[in-house]
């Protein structure tokens, strides 16, 4: 099975497949993550600190590249909302452009030759990044948009789920690519 997602063997119709896959596992994730917190009694909380849509757009990115991982990272977040009405109207636009950035930044740097964990980190860092500046253009054009208060309260409250994507996801690619 590994070989099969194996970078060096994934075709079209099977970068494809995976991208579809990571699609309804991105939008599913979330979902159980939401479930959980409704049965401990602390609502979202759990998707906010894990950040369960963000795992399989990064590990996409790394085993199929980056077109797929842009295209999964965009899908992801739209498909949710039209299904489940989250992320939020006002976060939607946002999580679209942090995980496309996820999927693209990760599918870059997989191409390189170093180490993962860094790659992972990087990815994550430049995903975030670049939804901080959209939040703060959108502050500065729209003035009634997100207050950039909401990127500092989305980094800290996501530390523990960026910290398990930097360990888990090099593992598993390292099992996959061998």
Avoid: C, D
């Avoid at 159980?32 to 990064?58: C, D, K, Q």
């Avoid at 899908?75 to 009405?85: E, N, R």
């Avoid at 790659?119 to 939804?131: C, E, M, N, S, T």
């Amino acid at each position: 099975m590994t070989a099969l997602l194996a970078r060096s063997n994934l075709n079209s119709k099977r970068r494809a497949v995976l991208t579809a896959l990571t699609v309804v596992l991105a939008v599913a994730l979330p979902q159980v993550f939401h479930g959980i917190g409704a049965v401990l009694g602390i609502g979202s909380v759990a998707g906010e600190v894990f950040l369960p849509m963000h795992f399989p757009v990064l590990l996409l990115g790394i085993l199929a590249g980056p077109m797929a991982g842009g295209i999964a990272g965009a899908a992801s977040p739209l498909i949710s909302f039209l299904l489940t009405g989250m992320p939020s109207a006002a976060m939607l636009p946002f999580m679209v452009i942090e995980l496309a950035s996820y999927g693209v930044l990760s599918g870059v740097l997989a191409e390189k030759k170093g180490n993962r964990t860094l790659f992972v980190f990087l990815a994550q860092v430049g995903g975030r990044g670049i939804k901080a500046l959209a939040i703060a253009v959108a502050f500065l054009v729209f003035s009634n948009s997100l207050h950039p208060f909401v990127i500092l309260t989305s980094l800290a409250m996501g530390l523990p789920g960026m910290a398990l994507q930097l360990w888990l996801i090099p593992r598993i690619e390292r099992k996959i690519n061998g």
